[in-house]
């Protein structure tokens, strides 16, 4: 993960990464550049609506866009794609390193929280 990045800005590409539509451009993207109306042709969207997905993946840094003429142009950021993947990685990598004390006596921890939280 580049040191810019933050929890923040990974959980932005992920929640553009969570609808299908943006998915699937995201695939179409893959094989190269693309221009808006290529893009709307493959979905049965409206162009308002393409234009919001568009929004979104920007956004997060995933897509970058470029105005040629009247026409928009859009380029998958694999760069970003990779940060992503390099975080989740940590996530699985760091999961063998405590982030909490486990308590050795769960249920007595618990209970002592639950009377703590009702007081």
């Not at 808006?36 to 568009?54: G, K, N, R, V, W």
Request: aromatic share 4%.
């Amino acid at each position: 993960m580049d040191k810019q990045e933050t929890p923040g800005s990974q959980l932005l590409k992920l929640k553009a990464l969570s609808d299908t539509t943006r998915l699937d451009i995201i695939n179409l993207l893959s094989s190269g550049p693309l221009c808006a109306c290529d893009i709307l042709e493959s979905f049965q969207i409206t162009q308002p609506t393409l234009s919001y997905h568009m929004k979104l993946l920007t956004e997060s840094g995933l897509v970058s866009s470029e105005r040629t003429g009247k026409w928009m142009h859009y380029t998958l950021n694999c760069s970003e794609l990779e940060d992503l993947l390099g975080y989740l990685k940590q996530l699985m990598v760091s999961r063998n390193v405590p982030l909490v004390k486990s308590s050795a006596n769960c249920e007595q921890s618990c209970n002592q929280t639950k009377l703590v939280k009702h007081n």
